[in-house]
């Protein structure tokens, strides 16, 4: 006769299970795809300390409320800009605060990016003041008025993977990479994003830095990098003023960077969830369907 149909029950199995292989494929790519720009690298956060010009007497709450007022700031001028600087306070205290995203992000992306710096300081530093909170695509600033005369040279965090390159050619394809970040320093535009061979080198200063400052920071923090993380294939050098992060071969620039082994373990962490869901929901599914078959086969009995 004609062509066979489809059983019933069989033909809603495999809608079950493309459902579900489709759903997941989209969590495990959005997550994926989105979380390196999220990954917290580190926070500085003082404990309460005396200040000049009465700071010292400022209530919690009111500096509580100034800080309030600056993450309000930050959250507007995200969704139009990429780098933002500003005074706020009062009488008796004046915080200078800025934020600042990779210049690769869109608005939309660094208004995420700032929204999920002001959620980790308001957490974590509360109305501590200095803070800084640095993820992967973005960062915030800020320090009473008095302290903004920090030298923008000042190394605020740095991480070396242990495991070290192998290749001939790292020396030589770093060093033109490296090479390539200063002149971008020095010519004023302030981010750089580059592939040399096997090499790939991110750095960026803060955005109220001229050229020539701009250029030593960078020159800088491409020493500490040469110089302290000799053959490291990842590595991130994170200064007041500027920050570098490098990878070589394969080896992703991440947030999770760890001294052991230099891996990405939140991420791969995240998709071996992922896919571990994958499989055990598969798994499922065809046990549920091998004892609908049996079911059936007794009822024929």
């Known amino acids: 006769m004609g062509c066979s149909s489809l059983n019933p029950s069989a033909y809603l199995y495999n809608q079950f299970l493309l459902k579900i292989f489709l759903f997941s494929l989209m969590l495990l790519t959005a997550n994926t795809n989105s979380i390196d720009f999220h990954q917290l690298v580190f926070t500085t956060c003082t404990a309460n300390q005396t200040f000049q010009n009465d700071l010292a007497i400022s209530t919690s709450s009111s500096k509580l409320s100034i800080v309030s007022s600056l993450f309000q700031e930050f959250l507007d001028k995200s969704s139009e800009s990429n780098f933002f600087e500003t005074y706020v306070g009062d009488d008796r205290i004046a915080i200078l605060g800025l934020f600042q995203c990779r210049n690769d992000l ?27 909170v640095q993820l992967s695509g973005c960062y915030l600033d800020y320090k009473a008025e008095e302290e903004r005369e920090v030298s923008k040279l000042l190394m605020l965090h740095k991480v070396c993977s242990r495991k070290k390159a192998k290749s001939s050619r790292f020396e030589e394809e770093m060093g033109y990479a490296f090479a390539e970040v200063e002149s971008c320093g020095v010519s004023g ?36 990098a040469h110089d302290e993380c000799a053959h490291s294939i990842v590595a991130e050098v994170y200064l007041d003023g500027c ?54 086969k007794d009822d024929d009995w």
């Open 189 to 224: 535009n302030g981010f750089c994003d580059l592939s040399y061979g096997k090499a790939h080198v991110m750095a960026q200063c803060v955005g109220n830095l001229g050229a020539c400052d701009c250029g030593e920071c960078m020159n800088k923090a491409v020493q500490i």
């Open 243 to 296: 920050y570098l992060s490098y990878s070589y071969g394969k080896h992703k620039i991440s947030s999770y960077l760890d001294e052991g082994n230099g891996s990405g373990k939140g991420t791969q962490k995240l998709v071996a969830i992922v896919a571990g869901g994958i499989v055990a929901t598969i798994f499922l599914g065809v046990v549920y369907y091998f004892m609908k078959s049996w079911g059936k």
């Open 106 to 132: 869109n608005h939309d992306q660094c208004h995420t990016c700032t929204n999920k710096l002001v959620d980790i300081s308001s957490n974590f530093c509360g109305e501590r003041i200095p803070a800084r």
